[in-house]
């Protein structure tokens, strides 16, 4: 069976400042990926540049007709506190609220590693 590989396989030497292994494969070497007895599990991590990725928060809508609401943004996320009266148990319930997305920006620079 024949993989393909992207990015390309960059061998190390004097003429290669980004080389990414240390050694080409030979032409219809195995590859493994991980030993072990078959069907064994393994946990999956994540290593990746602070660029990879991003969180993004967005303002939720102030309500009207409560006893407080306060909205503040910190370190560029956005939180929503609203206190109202709940007049059938005599209390005030308090709410904090961040309406929050990720997304990938750079996929090449994350990978996923087999532990």
């Known amino acids: ?3 393909p590989i992207a990015p390309s396989i960059t061998v190390v030497g004097p003429q290669v400042a980004n080389g990414t292994v240390s050694a080409s494969p030979a032409n219809g070497a195995q590859v493994g990926i991980a030993s ?3 069907s064994t599990a393994y946990p999956m991590n994540v290593a990746y540049h602070k ?3 991003t969180l993004a928060t967005a303002d939720l809508e102030m309500p009207k007709g409560v006893d407080f609401a306060a909205r503040d943004t910190y370190d560029g996320i956005s939180m929503l506190i609203v206190r109202a009266y709940d007049i059938n148990n005599a209390q005030f319930p308090c709410r904090i609220d961040v309406l929050a997305g990720w997304a990938t920006l750079r996929p ?8």
């Open 36 to 38: 072990g007895a078959a």
């Open 108 to 115: 090449e620079l994350a990978c996923r590693i087999t532990g």
């Open 51 to 53: 660029d990879a990725f």
């Open 1 to 3: 069976m024949s993989i």
